[in-house]
């Protein structure tokens, strides 16, 4: 160790600086947490090797982390460092002389006198520090694995719920043909059905079909809306009563519904899905009774009658059931 020469002078300025510098620390006793400016440790000068070794922390200390704890350990090793740094220029001065403790204030002595105790403190916020950063480290780690598996959650709950609009739209279409299967089958005579369920399929026909007669966009947009809605009720069997249109328009507040047939959504599906087909034997004689019946019809026109010279005086009658084309029975068979 070089010998230092240390004038009487300097010494009562040194001790002069020291007792000013502690007296304002004793008023300062905030511990706010130290912005990246201040986080910088001051130039100091080159510790004795009784010092404990402090590389391993020195990269934390200089590099503020955004844990407050971290930056609040921080600020306590800097402290320690700046009295750490005090205690060796007093080790210095008492070295280079016999007499180097005469050469020091009574503060100084005290702070010497605590070096084992400020190293230690010092030490055991440098093992600290470590724990808090192994511990903030792990931290990062398992909030970054939840965010992958949250983010894995919500990219499989978006498909699920894509996979299931298209599931239910297809549906929604299927059922809708299905309605309109057994809107045909009501026109032709092949399904037989009540007076009130007759009126509700009429009915939500109607509604399915009055989505053009407006010409407003909003009014349009109200409709598309209404007929969707209906579409829903009717794929998922809904228990509420088809009632006729609104009688004033569908854009005004204070319309009423029409009238209820009683049937609801749930109904007309069951009928949808098992139309009531009339037997082929009732279709039969359904059909030999209109054949009668024409022929009845025919025989009692009156009028008067042209005949074609080159064909005669002959009259040729059609028996029954002569013009038979297409029996319904084929007409099921086709759509079923």
């Not at 090793?77 to 016999?98: D, G, N, V, Y």
């Not at 598996?149 to 719920?161: G, L, S, V």
């Not at 579409?231 to 228990?239: A, M």
Request: negative net charge.
């Amino acid at each position: 160790m070089p010998n230092v020469t240390v004038s009487n002078s300097q010494i009562e300025t040194s001790s002069n600086a020291s007792s000013s510098a502690k007296s304002k620390k004793n008023k300062r006793k905030s511990i706010a947490v130290t912005t990246s400016k201040d986080a910088s440790p001051s130039r100091q000068e080159p510790l004795s090797p009784t010092t404990p070794a402090l590389d391993t922390a020195e990269a934390s200390v200089e590099n503020v982390n955004k844990n407050p704890y971290i930056e609040v350990v921080n600020k306590r090793i800097r402290t320690l460092r700046k009295k750490m740094a005090k205690i060796e220029k007093c080790e210095e001065i008492i070295r280079s002389s016999p007499d180097g403790k005469s050469q020091l204030n009574n503060d100084q002595l005290q702070s010497y006198e605590r070096k084992g105790e400020v190293a230690g403190a010092l030490k055991e916020c440098e093992d600290i520090l470590k724990q808090i950063e192994n511990i903030d480290k792990e931290e990062v780690k398992n909030r970054k694995i939840l965010k992958e598996q949250q983010d894995d959650e919500r990219e499989k709950a978006i498909a699920n719920a894509i996979d299931e609009v298209k599931t239910t739209y297809s549906r929604s279409i299927i059922c809708l043909l299905q309605f309109f299967r057994l809107v045909h089958f009501q026109q032709v005579n092949i399904v037989q059905l009540s007076q009130a369920e007759s009126e509700a399929v009429e009915t939500f026909r109607a509604k399915l079909t009055n989505i053009v007669d407006e010409v407003k966009d909003d009014i349009s947009e109200l409709r598309i809306q209404e007929t969707l809605d209906n579409i829903n009720k009717l794929h998922h069997g809904d228990e509420s009563t088809i009632n006729e249109p609104m009688t004033n328009g569908a854009n005004d507040a204070n319309c009423k519904l029409g009238v209820s047939h009683g049937i609801t959504y749930s109904h007309i599906r069951s009928l949808i899905l098992s139309p009531p087909i009339i037997d082929s034997v009732d279709i039969q004689t359904e059909q030999e009774e209109s054949y009668e019946t024409r022929e009845v019809v025919i025989a009692q026109v009156e009028g008067p009658t042209h005949f074609d010279e080159n064909i005669g005086d002959d009259i040729y009658t059609v028996p029954i059931g002569g013009l038979q084309f297409m029996l319904p029975r084929a007409i099921i068979t086709r759509y079923n």
